[in-house]
């Protein structure tokens, strides 16, 4: 990676100096909501869209409510994971950020000391993204945008490499996938066991939805009686 840094000749750096060089032409109130989007704004939303996306299982109440909460559970744990995974990755290839080595660049947050391959933000967000497609593709697709977004904004703000947010797009993918299987195998179960709490179930299912479900008639199964309608076998 090292010899990534050295050349402003490769398309990694040429890419950085014109993702980047927006930055440089951009009004400076813009800069400032990118460095907020980049920094935080984006990690805020992606938290809110899981959020959303649990509301949303939760209210509907389907047959595979469980599976999908056990999957929402396991979207944060996986970019918890993951970041922990990035720490030696960071501490091998030991990359120093692109300002350090480079000129010229419009650098939109200070005291970034670390080392900058892989990227934790884009990691973080598309891990996210992709525990949620897991467990919902609508939302999934959406968060994936945000994570492609989250990638674009580090590099804007000149503090990570084209290269360093390509590598936490895979890795954080990686780890939400390959780890899905024995994740969801855990998961699912305790879900299952959360759902069928009285105190705890809400968590899966709401409580018109668990209410919907249990009138729910069988075959063959006797109608209730209406209200305000006599019951011939009383």
Same mark, same amino acid.
């Given at each position: 990676m090292a010899v990534l840094a050295e050349s402003g000749s490769n398309p990694d750096v040429d890419l950085l100096y014109d993702i980047n060089g927006l930055a440089k032409d951009a009004p400076h109130w813009f800069d400032r909501v990118m460095e907020f989007v980049g920094e935080y704004g984006l990690l805020l939303a992606?938290? *809110? /869209?899981?959020?959303w996306c649990w509301w949303s299982v939760r209210r509907r109440g389907d047959e595979d409510a469980a599976s999908s909460a056990a999957a929402l559970v396991w979207a944060p744990l996986a970019a918890g994971i993951a970041v922990l995974v990035n720490v030696p990755i960071r501490g091998f290839v030991e990359r120093p950020r692109p300002f350090v080595d480079h000129q010229g660049l419009?650098?939109?947050?200070?005291?970034?000391?670390?080392?900058s391959f892989v990227s934790d933000h884009a990691t973080v967000t598309m891990a996210l993204g992709v525990g949620l497609f897991v467990a919902n593709r609508r939302f999934g697709a959406a968060g994936?945008?945000?994570? *492609? /977004?989250?990638?674009?904004?580090?590099?804007?703000?000149?503090?990570?490499?084209?290269?360093?947010?390509?590598?936490?797009?895979?890795l954080g993918t990686a780890v939400a996938l390959l780890l899905s299987p024995l994740a969801m195998a855990l998961l699912t179960p305790l879900m299952k066991a959360v759902e069928r709490s009285r105190r705890a179930g809400w968590l899966v299912r709401s409580r018109a939805a668990a209410d919907g479900r249990n009138n729910t008639l069988l075959p063959g199964a006797?109608?209730?009686?209406?209200?305000?309608?006599?019951?011939?076998?009383?």
């Open positions: 992606m938290v *809110l /869209l899981v959020l419009d650098v939109l947050v200070s005291g970034k000391t670390d080392f994936i945008g945000l994570a *492609l /977004l989250e990638g674009f904004c580090r590099v804007y703000m000149g503090v990570h490499y084209p290269t360093d947010v390509v590598g936490g797009f895979a006797r109608k209730p009686v209406e209200s305000g309608e006599k019951d011939l076998a009383a």
